[in-house]
């Protein structure tokens, strides 16, 4: 496969994973899943190999099928939201 097929496979991996990812319902989930995603491209963004470029791709594809079914099994089973999700909504109440 050539390296601009290659290249454009694996942009279309990531943003599907990135978007998939910011789909968990918690807040902790989302955001491992997201930092994980962006730390696995970063650590292999210089390997240069055909043969462990495809099989990354294929982990990552592997991937992406289980980031889809467990945030739509958290969006099914999702609970409150956070604090630190919407900082600028939250009033805090001081009882004198």
């Known amino acids: 496969m050539s390296v601009l ?6 942009l279309t991996l990531y943003k599907d994973l990135l978007h ?3 789909k968990f319902a918690a807040y902790n989930f989302r955001d ?6 962006r730390d696995a491209f ?3 963004k210089n390997e240069t190999d055909p043969a462990k470029i495809e099989a990354l791709i294929r ?3 592997q991937e992406l099928e289980v980031v889809k079914r467990q945030s739509l099994i958290s969006q099914l089973y999702g609970g409150e939201k956070l ?3 919407n900082p600028k909504n939250q009033k805090i109440l001081r009882r004198h």
Do not use: M
């Open 83 to 85: 604090v630190v999700e």
């Open 5 to 10: 097929a290659h290249r454009s496979q694996v």
């Open 20 to 22: 998939h990812s910011s």
């Open 32 to 37: 491992y899943a997201v930092r994980r995603t």
């Open 42 to 44: 970063h650590a292999a």
């Open 59 to 61: 982990k990552g594809e």
